[in-house]
């Protein structure tokens, strides 16, 4: 594979401003690797969740030094794990944004009995049957649950659906199916008939031919599991017939981004979410320390050149960051890969003490959630004006109302 020299330097320069630098006295820093997607197709969320990784450094003071690689595809992102382990010698990996990535990056790492710590990628099984990865942020099948939650909870009333039906549009790769698989199985339980599900490949679709498909069932409601770019040429094949939806509900990797909305305009007014939590999450969701880090923290990941406001994958990556370097670290009794992980599984952080508004308490080791955050956040939000964002569910986390200004639903 090819190796990015030139983002390896970057990442270097820029992290000996953010407190990750070597100091000349006492001990060395802990080597850490992280791998991201920097550059090719997800580079904008990919930038943002290391953003977020290295303000969190800069905040904890941890005396760590970040080695990053560059990947786009899943066999760098394998193979960047060799490199990082067998020339860096890290005993923890944080990464990957992409679950495609992560998957590979994961799996090789778990059998090298190295950690790996996903601060954004989403799709369960990245932690199946990996001991050694854990995971800061909701799953797919959380996030997929928790859209048929809204709409079941909250949606089926509002419109005075008496038997509402549902299609999923769904990319046809491991984060796709997770999240696809989670909804159909959560809609049956909720008594929402699933009519149809629509199978994509991530780079070669016709999204005409999807709609048609997808209008000539009528369902109230369309679960849609994409990509940015998939997910906005779907949604404008949506928009260019007469068909409309009572709710269209987007999870994860593009609904939630400011590009949907940038490039929809009005169009994406009215359209749902379920993702992880940007900043814009309410503050009755978070206790006053965490209040307090989120202010600290957004004005360091502006400065270190995040954005002028934290989006979902740079808060991702800050909350993963923050709990490996302020709460794993100092605790852990030395630096192994083994120690690391004792000390992160013995975390009992409450919901609502980190920055989105999530808590840390990792699946026990055997169990069917093993490695996985049990109190990661997610939410639901809706785009209420031109590229203007509002959470609308859970109410705790809430800032807005649902709001029919599309004018999808005729409530």
């Given at each position: 594979?090819?190796?990015?020299?030139?983002?390896?330097?970057?990442?270097?320069?820029?992290l000996a401003a953010c407190g990750g630098a070597v100091t000349p006295s006492g001990p060395p820093p802990l080597v850490v690797g992280a791998i991201y997607p920097l550059s090719g197709p997800q580079a904008e969320g990919g930038k943002q969740e290391f953003a977020g990784v290295r303000a969190a450094l800069a905040l904890s003071h941890a005396r760590v030094d970040l080695r990053v690689v560059t990947v786009e595809?899943?066999?760098?992102?394998?193979?960047?794990?060799?490199?990082?382990?067998?020339?860096?010698?890290?005993?923890?990996?944080?990464?990957?944004?992409?679950?495609?990535?992560?998957?590979?990056?994961?799996a090789r790492a778990d059998s090298l009995h190295v950690l790996y710590w996903e601060t954004g990628a989403v799709?369960?099984?990245?932690?199946?049957?990996?001991?050694?990865?854990?995971?800061?942020v909701a799953t797919g099948g959380t996030l997929g649950r928790m859209a048929v939650e809204f709409a079941s909870q909250v949606l089926v009333?509002?419109?005075?659906?008496?038997?509402?039906?549902?299609?999923?549009?769904?990319?046809?790769?491991?984060?796709?199916?997770?999240?696809?698989?989670?909804?159909?199985?959560?809609?049956?339980?909720?008594?929402?008939?699933?009519?149809?599900?629509?199978?994509?490949?991530?780079?070669?679709?016709?999204?005409?031919?999807?709609?048609?498909?997808?209008?000539?069932?009528r369902p109230d409601f369309l679960f849609d599991v994409s990509y940015l770019s998939d997910g906005v040429a779907i949604w404008k094949s949506v928009l260019a017939q007469s068909w409309r939806p009572v709710a269209a509900i987007g999870t994860s990797s593009a609904f939630c981004m400011p590009e949907f909305g940038a490039q929809l305009g009005a169009g994406?007014?009215?359209?749902?979410?379920?993702?992880k939590p940007n900043q814009a999450v309410s503050p009755n969701a978070l206790d006053a320390p965490a209040r307090a880090l989120l202010a600290r923290a957004t004005a360091e990941y502006r400065t270190l050149g995040g954005g002028a406001t934290m989006e979902i994958p740079g808060m991702a990556g800050?909350?993963?960051?923050?709990?490996?370097?302020?709460?794993?670290?100092?605790?852990?009794?030395?630096?192994?890969?083994?120690?690391?992980?004792?000390?992160?599984?013995?975390?009992?952080?409450?919901?609502?003490?980190?920055?989105?508004?999530?808590?840390?308490?990792?699946?026990?080791?055997g169990s069917s959630d093993e490695g996985q955050n049990l109190r990661a956040a997610s939410m639901v939000a809706q785009?209420?004006?031109?590229?203007?964002?509002?959470?609308?569910?859970?109410?705790?986390?809430a800032t807005a109302a649902p709001s029919d200004t599309s004018g999808m639903s005729g409530w």
């Open positions: 594979m090819t190796f990015r020299p030139a983002a390896l330097l970057l990442a270097a320069v820029l595809t899943p066999a760098e992102a394998a193979a960047a794990v060799d490199r990082l382990v067998t020339q860096d010698h890290v005993t923890v990996i944080v990464g990957t944004y992409g679950s495609t990535l992560a998957d590979a990056a994961a799709a369960d099984g990245i932690t199946y049957g990996r001991p050694w990865v854990l995971r800061t009333a509002k419109a005075a659906l008496v038997h509402p039906t549902a299609s999923i549009v769904e990319v046809d790769d491991i984060y796709g199916r997770s999240v696809a698989d989670a909804e159909a199985a959560a809609a049956a339980q909720a008594g929402i008939q699933v009519i149809d599900r629509v199978h994509y490949a991530p780079n070669n679709y016709d999204t005409s031919g999807m709609v048609a498909r997808l209008a000539a069932g994406a007014v009215g359209v749902y979410a379920a993702d800050f909350v993963g960051g923050w709990v490996l370097f302020h709460d794993v670290l100092p605790p852990a009794a030395g630096t192994s890969s083994e120690a690391l992980r004792s000390a992160a599984l013995a975390l009992d952080i409450a919901e609502g003490s980190l920055i989105n508004g999530g808590g840390v308490k990792f699946g026990a080791p785009w209420q004006g031109v590229q203007q964002l509002g959470v609308v569910y859970p109410p705790t986390y």
